[in-house]
């Protein structure tokens, strides 16, 4: 162990400065259009599509707030234009049709509500906007659902061709707020290629048995604010990804997850930069992995920051990726012929976990690890679940699931790593085989800092309420 590489200072937290992200507050002087004024059924029964998409076109002033009186609407996908704003009150439902002929010829247009090109846009008003996703499952599954896939029609190519729910493409000023996204058939809501986003007090509800029906993808977008959202979906819930170009100035804030899959996941769509991005006041409970960093096809990522953040990771069946680890930072190519990207000034700060497994730290070869920083952690390692461990997970790609003891940090391909104020704690009874707190690949791991590092086995008090008792320590 030596002096670590200085490591960048930890950014402060993104102030978020641009006014116009703030939602426009509906006042009671504002005009809004209603659906049914365009022949509207809302029975949930018959497709409203038609009278929805003319109530939208028909708007002519900024904002413009189209609303849905009390009722459910099914629909194909309709169609925001700029300064159009959907308003569905409390007591409304959107709902998406399940037939491939609801939906446009390109399939990355399968959406219910999709915006392109389109400024100053949102939707809003405490209703709920549903997939219908439980009709897409061909097999329920208690491990994973079977779920139909449109490739068989030549709609599209691969096993996930099935519609999102909503999305805002190569747009402005994106607006959400207020809202309630439910059983997303595929990925749930998706900012592609947009300047200016801003998502708050959304909910999104996905089956958790579910794969792909991911809660929030950012892609390829920049000056992105996320903050009082609940998701608990089956896959990612909140997954940044670069496909196109770079993305920048991500803050996530005040939001509690749950998932089968990853909670926050960088990548692993990940060709280009990802930088200065911010996740604070996050409560993560019952996930797969908890923080996950899946840089697969060359591009770099910088300047992250994790702060106040508490996890609870449990394994679940290993068709889902992912074994537990409550932090998970990879950079392994996805395949023997792609790039390596690299990961560098990475900061964790005030994380609490609980989980069944350890940290995970692998860079590659070609695709180091730097500078990653370690301050004021707290992990608590115990077993609940009946799952197999002792496996390392690279998924997706690389070398797969592994066999490797279990250890509280795992670390591979690593150039400036500082630990400080680390607290590892571990239970004894079916964990007590858990006696490696740091496990090295040797020759790979440099410039290591530890400062106020601590690892001890805890025993449980028989007949006390308190819950752990210090027996050994490292």
């Not at 790039?339 to 070869?365: C, D, M, P």
Request: hydrophobic share 35%.
């Amino acid at each position: 162990m030596g002096g670590g590489a200085a490591a960048a200072p930890i950014p402060r937290l993104t102030a978020i400065t641009f006014l116009f992200l703030l939602p426009i507050v509906i006042q009671s002087h504002t005009p809004t259009i209603s659906v049914r004024d365009f022949g509207a059924i809302g029975d949930g029964k018959h497709y409203d599509t038609a009278a929805i998409q003319l109530a939208i076109d028909s708007c002519r002033t900024k904002p413009c707030y189209v609303t849905f009186p009390t009722g459910t609407y099914l629909t194909a996908t309709i169609f925001l234009k700029s300064n159009v704003i959907l308003d569905i009150p409390k007591g409304s439902t959107i709902l998406g049709g399940t037939k491939l002929e609801d939906y446009p010829k390109e399939f990355d247009r399968w959406y219910v509500i999709l915006a392109e090109n389109a400024r100053d846009v949102g939707i809003t008003g405490g209703g709920v906007v549903d997939g219908q996703g439980l009709e897409f499952v061909v097999k329920f599954d208690e491990r994973k659902n079977v779920m139909v896939s449109w490739n068989q029609t030549g709609a599209c190519s691969g096993d996930e061709c099935r519609p999102r729910l909503v999305g805002f493409l190569d747009s402005t000023n994106v607006r959400v707020w207020n809202v309630t996204f439910r059983q997303p058939a595929y990925w749930c809501l998706h900012i592609v290629r947009c300047e200016n986003t801003s998502i708050h007090d959304v909910s999104i509800y996905g089956d958790f048995n579910t794969p792909n029906n991911d809660g929030i993808d950012i892609e390829d977008s920049n000056n992105t604010v996320i903050t009082r959202c609940h998701i608990d979906t089956g896959d990612d819930a909140i997954c940044p990804k670069t496909y196109t170009s770079p993305l920048y100035n991500l803050t996530a804030t005040n939001s509690w997850i749950r998932t089968k899959s990853s909670a926050i996941k960088l990548g692993s769509a990940s060709w280009f930069e990802l930088n200065n991005l911010v996740f604070d006041n996050i409560t993560i409970v019952d996930s797969h992995r908890g923080l996950a960093l899946q840089i697969r096809d060359g591009g770099n990522v910088s300047d992250v920051t994790f702060s106040n953040i508490n996890i609870s990771t449990r394994y679940y069946d290993p068709s889902w990726w992912g074994r537990a680890e409550p932090i998970y930072v990879t950079t392994c190519p996805r395949h023997s012929d792609s790039s390596e990207g690299s990961i560098s000034n990475l900061n964790f700060v005030n994380i609490s976990a609980v989980s069944e497994n350890g940290i995970f730290l692998s860079g590659s070869k070609g695709g180091l690890l730097r500078n990653l920083r370690f301050i004021n952690i707290n992990l608590t390692y115990k077993r609940w679940t009946k799952y197999m461990g002792g496996l390392v997970d690279y998924r997706p790609g690389c070398q797969g699931l592994v066999n490797h003891s279990t250890a509280g940090i795992i670390m591979e391909h690593i150039d400036g790593l500082d630990l400080e104020n680390v607290n590892m704690r571990w239970f004894d009874g079916r964990t007590v085989q858990w006696d490696n707190p740091l496990d090295f690949r040797p020759s790979t791991v440099n410039n290591i800092s530890l400062l106020n590092f601590h690892s001890g086995v805890y025993k449980q008090r028989r007949g006390s309420s308190e819950q752990i008792s210090l027996v050994g320590s490292n």
